[in-house]
Every structure is written in structure tokens, then in C-alpha cells.
Nanobody
Framework: QVQLVESGGGFVQAGGSLRLSCAAA????????MGWFRQAPGKEREFVAG????????FYADSVKGRFTISRDNAKNTVYLQMNSLKPEDTAVYYC?????????????????????WGQGTQVTVSS
């Protein structure tokens, strides 16, 4: 079992920055890949960024590459999503999720199907 709690959402103007946090609790977190997803009104939930607890390798959706950075603090069991140069189209509820590592290829972990645990979500609103 893994429990996830997101924080750090809010309201920001276009071009601004926010940092989201995801506090994780559970056993053997090193055996998980952590991901951030988002869901805008009327749209399906989509992958944003992912990171392996062990090794720290990262992967991103094309829409956020160069603007968002995912990182983790092993000592605090916390994953972060630093969001810069925010755009109105980044407005969404952002979710943290954990996927047991079963495959070496990161390509699987762009899909929410492989994530077993989810946080409650945090709202990010970007005004134009």
C-alpha cells in the first residue's frame, strides 16, 4: 500500500511558476515509479512526467518538456513537479500516482493503466 498526498496547487498568471509536492508513505517505495498526471475540464486524464525512485531517471510528455521538471527527495519520500512558463492550457487538476516497477522500459509508464495508487489531486489554474 502507498498513500499519496499532493499539495502546492493554486492560481497563477501565464508565464508564472508553481511547485507541486507529493508526499508518499508506504513500504518499499524504491520499487515504484512516480508519475504526475493532469485532467482538464471535459478532457481525459493525461500523463505529465515520471521518475524512478531508484536512479532518478525522468521522462516527460512532449507538451511540458523544457518547462516542467520532476524530482524526488528520497529522505523526505517526496516527489516534486516544478512548473515554469505556465500556460492557460496547463490548467487542470494534477494527480500524483505510483506504479510498481514491472518493466524496464519507461514507455509503459506514460499510461495511467499501470499506476496502482493515486492522490486526491490538486488544482492548478493559469490565467491569461
Amino acid at each position: 500500500q502507498v498513500q499519496l498526498v499532493e499539495s502546492g496547487g493554486g492560481f497563477v498568471q501565464a508565464g508564472g511558476s508553481l511547485r507541486l509536492s507529493c508526499a508518499a508513505a508506504g513500504n518499499n517505495l524504491s520499487n515504484y515509479i512516480m508519475g504526475w498526471f493532469r485532467q482538464a475540464p471535459g478532457k481525459e486524464r493525461e500523463f505529465v512526467a515520471g521518475i524512478r525512485w531508484t536512479g532518478g531517471s525522468t521522462f516527460y510528455a512532449d507538451s511540458v518538456k523544457g518547462r516542467f521538471t520532476i524530482s524526488r527527495d528520497n529522505a523526505k519520500n517526496t516527489v516534486y513537479l516544478q512548473m515554469n512558463s505556465l500556460k492557460p492550457e496547463d490548467t487542470a487538476v494534477y494527480y500524483c500516482a505510483a506504479a510498481p516497477v514491472r518493466y524496464s522500459s519507461a514507455s509503459y509508464y506514460y499510461r495511467e493503466y499501470f499506476y496502482s495508487y493515486w492522490g486526491q489531486g490538486t488544482q492548478v489554474t493559469v490565467s491569461s
